[in-house]
T-cell receptor, first 113, second 112 residues
């Protein structure tokens, strides 16, 4: 099955700096790569996603890049704010009639004011 | 309206008991999931299910069983609860072609 590795497990940045989280996946058939943000005590929520026919996608301060050849993808957050502090999860989709999202182990991002 | 709702939000029970967690989605999605989130925050897929296929993660004990009375519901039944089952359980759903998974608010299960 699919295996997703995520680094780093914790990340602290100063407010206004950039943050980068990286993930690798194992199944070359995966074609959908979302990023979820989970605030303390809340449910995971999608913040951005990318499909395998696209190399980069940007939404305001958040961007995701995908390298299918190397099987890795990254989340970039610019101009970080304290409210960006949360656990971020990458995931990869295994296609099929009963699709499964396999998640990375999560990154605890702390933005220091 | 809550898109994916699960009940109860908190569940405290004794070892050996049998319990169920209910999940309902009103999004018209074709696939539903159960995830377990342990104390280290790792989100682990337990089941994914649509009307054609049930995929069971091979590491899930057979004390756990999904039950789907209809397309909008996927309940999780757990037999003979153990201390190690304590975690937050998330239900989620998604639609073919769109892929985004919507999560319920989670059920914090504590086995004492």
């Amino acid at each position: 099955g699919e295996n997703v590795e995520q680094h780093p497990s914790t990340l602290s940045v100063q407010e206004g700096d950039s943050a980068v989280i990286k993930c690798t996946y194992s199944d070359s058939a995966s074609n959908y790569f979302p990023w979820y943000k989970q605030e303390l005590g809340k449910r995971p929520q999608l913040i951005i996603d990318i499909r395998s026919n696209v190399g980069e996608k940007k939404d305001q301060r958040i961007a995701v890049t995908l390298n299918k050849t190397a099987k890795h993808f990254s989340l970039h957050i610019t101009e970080t704010q304290p409210e960006d502090s949360a656990v971020y999860f990458c995931a990869a989709l295994v296609s099929g009639s009963a699709r499964q999202l396999t998640f990375g182990s999560g990154t605890q991002l702390t933005v220091l004011p | 309206d809550t898109a994916v709702s699960q009940t109860p939000k908190y569940l405290v029970t004794q070892m050996g008991n049998d319990k169920s967690i209910k999940c309902e989605q009103n999004l018209g999605h074709d696939t539903m999931y159960w995830y377990k989130q342990d104390s280290k925050k790792f989100l682990k897929i337990m089941f994914s299910y649509n009307n054609k296929e049930l995929i069971i993660n091979e590491t899930v004990p057979n004390r756990f069983s999904p039950k789907s009375p209809d397309k909008a519901h996927l309940n999780l039944h757990i037999n003979s609860l153990e201390l190690g089952d304590s975690a937050v359980y998330f239900c989620a759903s998604s639609q073919a072609g769109l892929f985004e998974a919507f999560f319920g608010q989670g059920t914090r299960l504590t086995v004492v």
